[in-house]
């Protein structure tokens, strides 16, 4: 039973620590009147990926996101059955994660919400397609190319996140992750636009399958 629990309690706390850490330097920066500053924020997403990609990506692969795990379901890596599983521990996992920010910082949680800020809801569902659609191909890339070992792996995650977060956090809050927005909308009592941060990084994750699995046929042909 340890055994087959394992993978799901990686996914819990995996995406307790994503929230805690990377949407929690955002509410610390919002408490701070920008301390933190949005390269820190930033910086924060992308550390606090490779770190756990690193502490559990052995255990479950460390997808904490109910996102990337979709995408994982549709090229047959995981069962119908570990999919649910993950999402459901994946959203435990943030919205105590949420939680824990705001007894600390109490309503400054709300620092810590995924909300449209530039040119409203269209810019953050294109937004977020467009960044989850490459979060995507470099997961699926990476996780399943046998040349590309742990370090790589969490590298170019954590990587690919700092920069979206960077470059792309003041437009929506570039959550590419459904679990991230969900636990502190539960925790900030936030749902401006929710829909958008559930189709955006479903859809774009979607599209990163239907695109990697076409390089991936052109790459075998290429081969013969």
Known sequence: MKALSAPYLAEALGTFALVFGGAGAAAVNAASDGAVGNTGV????????MAVIFTFG?????????AISLAFRFIGRIST???LGYMSAQLIGAVFGAIAIRLI??????????????NGVDAAL?????????LGLVVLSVATDERAQGAFVAIAVGGYVALAATGWGP?????MNPARTFG?????????????YWLGPLLGAALAVIVYELLLREQKASEV
Do not use: K, Q, Y
């Not at 052995?58 to 109910?66: D, F, K, Q, T």
């Not at 109490?106 to 810590?112: L, P, Q, S």
């Not at 294109?126 to 490459?134: K, Q, R």
């Open 42 to 49: 930033g910086l924060a997403f992308g550390l606090i990926v």
């Open 58 to 66: 052995h255990v479950s692969g460390a997808h904490i996101n109910p």
């Open 81 to 83: 059955g570990r999919l």
């Open 105 to 118: 910082l109490g309503t400054a949680v709300d620092g810590a919400a995924t909300v449209p800020s530039i």
């Open 126 to 134: 294109v937004s977020e397609t467009i960044l989850t659609f490459f």
């Open 171 to 175: 437009v929506a809050g570039a959550s």
């Open 184 to 196: 502190p909308a539960i925790a900030a009592n936030e749902w401006d636009s929710h829909w958008v």
